[in-house]
């Protein structure tokens, strides 16, 4: 918010740290940090103390995990860790914040990893909930982040806003003789996502949508592809 207000390269300041330095970074952001790390433990099913002090190299982690538990966001219990709603609530929305922010640097500036993750580590922490929808419509509520990841929904994805035309859309969207570049797939099953990609259907490619009754009829270069409408929902494709 402030202008610069000393001599120092002020973008490198704010924006040019990573987890290792956390030194001056300060007591907000480091929560998030790990709220973020206690929100990723858990999806991979870990959820004691010792590993979650073990997974990271944040010097003072126990230190921060002990004024959370202090605050009410999290308790400690038996060597584990779970979530107090106050906890839960946060993390949620850090994790949100993150994995929309990857989606929007991968899918719009196009940047590869490890530069969008790089980035949405920063950018994570600078979104405002108001732009944050904005970023989610405008990507078309995306359930997944680049790295496959569950994306936890906000008011946005409940309401469906339609004032945003998004950019990211499932395939049975585009129009007839459209075409669609894959963006990301998400199938019910990993044999489903296998069998797409044995078929040429991988993020990436080019579709073109041929037909969309009796069933949808896709294009993949030489390839045509019948798809079933449950499966053509699980192709997200933005239009090239
Ligand atoms: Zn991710
Ligand atoms: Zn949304």
Redesign the pocket.
């Known amino acids: 918010m402030n202008p610069n207000h000393s001599g120092a390269p002020r973008g490198q300041e704010r924006f040019g740290q990573g987890w290792m330095d956390s030194r001056r970074r300060n007591e907000t952001q480091l929560r998030e940090e790990v709220l973020e790390l206690l929100w990723t433990q858990r999806e991979g099913g870990i959820n004691l103390l010792d590993e979650i002090l073990k997974s990271s190299a944040e010097e003072d982690l126990d230190e921060i995990l002990g004024a959370m538990e202090r605050d009410g966001w999290i308790g400690v219990q038996n060597g584990q860790v779970t979530f107090r709603e106050e906890g839960e609530r946060r993390a949620l929305e850090v994790i949100r914040r993150h994995r929309l922010a990857e989606r929007l640097l991968s899918e719009v500036f196009e940047l590869k990893e490890p530069d969008f993750e790089t980035s949405a580590c920063q950018f994570e922490h600078i979104l405002s909930p108001q732009v944050l ?1 904005s970023v ?2 405008f990507l078309g ?1 995306p359930p997944v982040c680049p790295h496959g990841k569950a994306i936890p ?2 008011p ?2 409940a309401r469906f806003q339609r004032d945003v035309e998004p950019l990211v859309r499932p395939l049975p969207d585009l129009k007839l003789g459209e075409e669609g570049r894959v963006v990301f797939i998400t199938p019910r099953s990993k044999g489903r996502l296998e069998k797409l990609s044995s078929l040429g259907l991988t993020p990436g490619s080019v579709v073109r949508l041929a037909q969309k009754r009796p069933s949808y009829v896709i294009e993949i270069g030489e390839t045509t592809l019948a798809l079933d409408e449950e499966i053509a929902r699980e192709i997200y494709v933005k239009r090239v």
């Open positions: 929808e989610c419509t509520h929904p906000g946005c994805c």
